[in-house]
């Protein structure tokens, strides 16, 4: 019995030990009193490292507001023609001859806004939730009438560069110049009709089937870029290439869209119109004994068994 009685050396140790708990534990190496602490994990889950995104997250927002803003676009496109054409002009790096620099520099500002414009909508269709996508999409008629704007600034320094309305009739023999007259008149109509009150005259569908007519002007133009002169191929590319890689994945990704939804099975047990008419008598029947004594609610009651044609039991008030 003595012996069964006798303390363990552990228990031993610490008895016999002046040290307080923590200390005792730390010194004799009794650590299976302690509370063992998980390894961190490599891979942390989503809640955990939310905190490390909230600087991100704050910043994307700041930035999604600072692009949604009007007076940032109006900005940035009025700051492209003083940065390109304005500053050059006053400095004199426009070169020998600085009227057709004009004409060029102008031309490509105006194509390259209308590539913006109609980069757009394909990039909303690939990233729907993208805040950044969704707040440059608000401009688009801003962007598209400044693409306008620069049109009709490259066609009056090409009036310029021709010496007056004489040497425009004598340019008019150039195939690129109907081109880009063609493609300058159709987005002088689109900017006309870019207004709340022309889409109410209009109506929706009508002036989207109008709008559309920007593909037609955007080909036309780069077309007219392209065989221009020498060199200008190549500001034609960049801007055909992407485009096409754009609009090719669009209507992949509305086709794959449309075909899922297609394919999608229905319902084995699809809803009929007995169970319709038993969803709304039960509910009905509730209601009328939530509010017995009303003799409307027994009517409509009563007039949607007689419409039912079938018999779902009898209705009961409470007394």
């Not at 390109?84 to 600085?98: D, H, S, W």
Request: with cysteine.
């Amino acid at each position: 019995m003595n012996a069964l009685r006798m303390k363990s050396p552990k228990r031993a140790a610490k008895s016999a030990s002046l040290l307080c708990k923590g200390e005792r534990i730390e010194v004799r190496g009794f650590s299976e009193s302690l509370p063992k602490r998980a390894k961190p994990s490599p891979y942390p889950l989503p809640w955990e490292w939310r905190g490390e995104q909230e600087p991100r997250r704050k910043a994307g927002a700041v930035l999604t507001k600072i692009l949604a803003h009007k007076l940032f676009v109006l900005a940035a496109l009025i700051g492209i023609g003083i940065w390109l054409l304005v500053i050059p002009a006053f400095t004199g790096r426009l070169g020998a001859n600085p009227l057709e620099k004009l004409l060029h520099q102008s031309g490509e500002i105006s194509i390259w806004i209308l590539g913006v414009v109609l980069a757009l909508t394909p990039l909303r269709v690939l990233f729907p939730r993208s805040r950044i996508v969704a707040a440059l999409n608000r401009h688009r008629r801003m962007i598209g009438v400044a693409a306008c704007v620069y049109g009709l600034l490259h066609f009056g320094f090409h009036i310029l560069y021709e010496g007056g309305l004489d040497g425009l009739a004598r340019s008019l023999s150039k195939p690129f110049i109907w081109l880009g007259l063609a493609g300058l008149s159709i987005l002088a109509a689109l900017t006309l009709t870019s207004n709340n009150w022309s889409v109410r005259t209009l109506g929706g569908r009508n002036w989207k089937l109008l709008h559309r007519l920007a593909y037609v002007a955007a080909t036309l133009l780069i077309y007219h870029q392209s065989i221009a002169g020498k060199g200008h191929w190549y500001v034609a590319r960049w801007l055909l290439f992407p485009l096409l890689a754009l609009q090719i994945a669009r209507l992949t990704k509305t086709l794959f869209t449309r075909w899922a939804r297609a394919s999608r099975p229905m319902s084995p047990n699809p809803p009929s119109a007995d169970s319709y008419f038993r969803k709304r008598e039960t509910s009905l029947t509730k209601s009328g004994q939530k509010v017995a004594g009303r003799p409307s609610q027994l009517k409509q009651l009563a007039a949607l068994r007689a419409r039912s044609g079938s018999a779902f039991g009898a209705i009961t008030t409470p007394l």
